[in-house]
């Protein structure tokens, strides 16, 4: 294609002073994944493709069904049964022939999520399950790739961006700082139970691609740290300032391949109330001496416990350490019952049902509050 | 001080908007809410003062302007 058919396929946002030639190379010399070609992927991938994004890749494995097309209207009726990523791929190709489009018909998961990842420089998430979304957080944490978020609920819907660091010595906030673990089943309940318009969803999807632009071009004030509730029935915003908490950073697997051998699905799937127990429970095992207790803090972290035997292995060094944990029974702590409740979740997952494995509910203090009392 | 709820805790305390005062910190607030709104107690929500989102429990007074936001999954 001749560049003056290009200069003319992007005229209309060439000639805003602030996004501006220079504005437009920098979005035709991006790579973006957005993952998830449904309500929240297909608006953002429109309008990225129209854009001029230079490279935009596809990742979903679902197909087109009826009950999609409310509000994914990017497919047509005729696409029901086809896999979303083919169809994306085949509409964006015909708006903007000039980009390049790669399209995964697969499921994300942790054995393929870095290769695909890798070779891209921003992520979007589409995506609408929880095991999913913190899988893409912390590959995105490990890869040092920024992270556009979104997502709804009802009438609402949230967008922040993750993980963008302007300078090396800036403090990036990702979505562990907000919620620092996975809710368990059924706790959040998902569009397909509690219902979604189909306009909130391009609105929000909208949004998204409009922060990757802004994030892209350098324009404008993106929201970066930033999380923005967008209200549709009355049309009200709420924007919080989120700030990047001591706890979040050992909750991401500390390397790619304790990364790719975490079970993202199995670690949403359980609940708290199997796991948890409270300080007076806690109390019985030191007494009964019948299981490994287990301190997940980092080494030099106080108040030191001196009060009862227990092994010492921080959260990130969990996986490395498992040959010295001996004992049918399991019972971890930390400070605040945070770290040690990922702790409990990452042992169930390797022990599946062969160990009971506890987490000690509000931690170290409610214990010594306890002993108190 | 003025509390204002998103998403499914709309449902849990019945408004978008509630009001309660004489509160010290985030952690007798807490505790008042769960007494009146039980179910509260097992939701997943993270709190929000003045616009920021907070982490540790902190002092409140009368004019705070507290948001409490469950995450939400939908796309």
């Not at chain 1, 049309?235 to 919080?240: A, C, E, G, V």
């Not at chain 1, 109390?283 to 092994?311: C, M, S, T, W, Y």
């Not at chain 2, 001080?1 to 509160?23: A, Y």
Request: glycine content about 6%; overall charge negative.
């Amino acid at each position: 294609m001749k560049e003056q058919n290009l200069y003319e396929r992007y005229q209309r946002q060439i000639i805003l002073k602030e996004f501006g030639e220079s504005g437009q190379q920098k979005l035709l010399q991006s790579k973006v994944l957005v993952i998830g070609a449904g309500g929240l992927g297909c608006p953002a991938l429109q309008y990225l493709a129209g854009a001029g994004v230079g490279t935009i890749g596809i990742v979903d494995d679902d197909i087109v069904s009826l009950n999609n097309l409310h509000r994914q209207i990017l497919f047509s009726t005729n696409d029901i049964g086809q896999p979303k990523a083919e169809r994306a791929s085949f509409y964006l190709k015909q708006l903007n022939p000039t980009i390049r489009i790669e399209s995964f018909n697969i499921r994300l998961s942790a054995k393929n999520a870095i290769n695909i990842m890798k070779g891209f420089d921003y992520v979007i998430d589409g995506t609408d399950n929880f095991a999913t979304r913190y899988m893409i957080n912390d590959a995105c944490v490990l890869l040092d790739k920024p992270l556009i978020h979104g997502a709804v609920s009802q009438f609402e819907g949230q967008v922040a961006i993750f993980n963008y660091k302007k300078n090396t010595e800036d403090n990036s906030v990702n979505y562990r700082d907000l919620f620092p673990y996975a809710p368990k089943a059924g706790e959040v309940l998902n569009c397909e139970e509690s219902g979604v318009m189909g306009v909130l969803t391009g609105i929000i999807g909208t949004m998204m691609a409009n922060e990757t632009i802004k994030l892209i071009s350098g324009i404008g004030k993106p929201l970066i740290n930033v999380l923005m509730i967008y209200n549709s029935l009355s049309n009200q915003t709420y924007s919080l300032a989120l700030t990047a908490t001591e706890e979040s950073r050992f909750l991401i697997p500390a390397d790619i391949e304790a990364f790719e051998s975490s079970d993202y699905e199995w670690l949403c799937g359980i609940s708290d109330s199997e796991m948890e127990i409270d300080a007076e429970a806690f109390e019985q095992f030191i007494h009964d001496g019948n299981a490994d207790l287990i301190d997940v803090r980092e080494k030099d972290e106080q108040p030191f416990i001196n009060e009862f035997f227990h092994l010492q292995i921080p959260l990130g060094q969990l996986a490395e350490n498992l040959s010295s944990i001996q004992k049918e029974t399991v019972v971890v702590f930390c400070q605040s019952g945070s770290r040690s409740f990922q702790a409990a979740k990452t042992l169930a997952s390797i022990y599946k049902n062969s160990r009971k494995v506890y987490s000690l509910k509000d931690g170290i203090i409610e214990w010594k509050k306890f002993q108190q009392a | 001080m003025d509390i204002i709820v998103f998403g499914q805790l709309k449902e849990m305390l019945g408004s978008e908007r509630i009001t309660v005062n004489d509160v010290e910190d985030i952690y007798e607030l807490q505790k008042a809410l769960h007494t009146k709104y039980p179910l509260l107690e097992h939701a997943k929500y993270k709190i929000a003062v003045d616009r920021k989102m907070i982490s540790d429990n902190i002092k409140l007074n009368n004019d705070s302007e507290i948001a409490m936001l469950p995450p939400f999954s939908g796309g």
